[in-house]
């Protein structure tokens, strides 16, 4: 079993769209929560990061973590079609120097 | 440049040849790391440099793998005797790791791409 899994998708929404991207993991140990998002040919770059347990906003977007449930979730507001992207989710231990990231989920917002 | 850069941006090989890939952290920036991504397989990590620290080199799928960082700058990671299952987009990342550790927040380079025919 993989340390995290992600629906990889493709997800296609018509904008204006809420979208909800969903990541479980199976290492109670992981305290920090982030998700990427992944332009076509680009790198990574973080959207947001949680420590630990609740809630998180920035904008459009909201990140909430269940550590009771292993289960971390991105909301994406008011969808644009500049959101269209690949949007990882990555964990990693309080302690140690891995990042652990899903596979991606393909994010399509549709005009 | 602000960012991470890596070279080549593409790079296409025959199977059994050695290939290097470059990567220029941030300025400053303490952390080194290599991911490979190979499609639907996420980012799979494969080396961290940190400070003068020995490398954390538990990510490496086979001894054909290896990296160096000089100077705690530079990095080059080299795969030796290529295979066609090596093909896949080689990312680095840099970031400043605070002392005690803590949460680091990882910036990636654009990637290379590599072909092994």
């Known amino acids: ?111 | 440049g602000a960012g991470v850069s890596q070279s080549p941006s593409n790079k296409v090989t025959e199977k059994g040849k050695d290939v290097e890939l470059r990567c220029d952290p941030i300025s400053g920036h303490t952390a080194l790391y290599w991911y490979r991504q190979s499609l639907g397989q996420g980012l799979e990590f494969l080396i961290y440099f940190q400070g003068n620290s020995a490398p954390d080199k538990s990510g490496l799928p086979s001894d054909r793998f290896s990296a160096e960082r000089t100077g705690g700058s530079v990095s080059t990671l080299t795969i030796q005797r290529t295979q066609q299952e090596d093909s896949a987009v080689y990312l680095c990342a840099s970031s400043y790791r605070p002392a005690g550790g803590g949460y680091n927040e990882q910036f990636f380079g654009p990637g290379t791409r590599l072909t092994v025919l």
């Open chain 1, 1 to 111: 079993q993989k340390e995290v899994e992600q629906d990889p998708g493709p997800l296609s929404v018509p904008e204006g769209a809420i979208v909800s991207l969903n990541c479980t993991y199976s290492n109670s140990a992981f305290q920090y929560f982030m998700w990427y998002r992944q332009y076509s040919r680009k790198g990574p770059e973080l959207l947001m990061y949680t420590y630990s347990s609740g809630n998180k906003e920035d904008g459009r977007f909201t990140a909430q973590v269940d550590k009771s449930s292993k289960y971390i979730s991105l909301f994406i507001r008011d969808s644009q079609p500049s959101d269209s992207a690949t949007y990882l989710c990555a964990m990693r231990r309080n302690t140690g120097n891995q990042f652990y990231f899903g596979t991606g989920t393909s994010l399509t917002v549709i005009p």
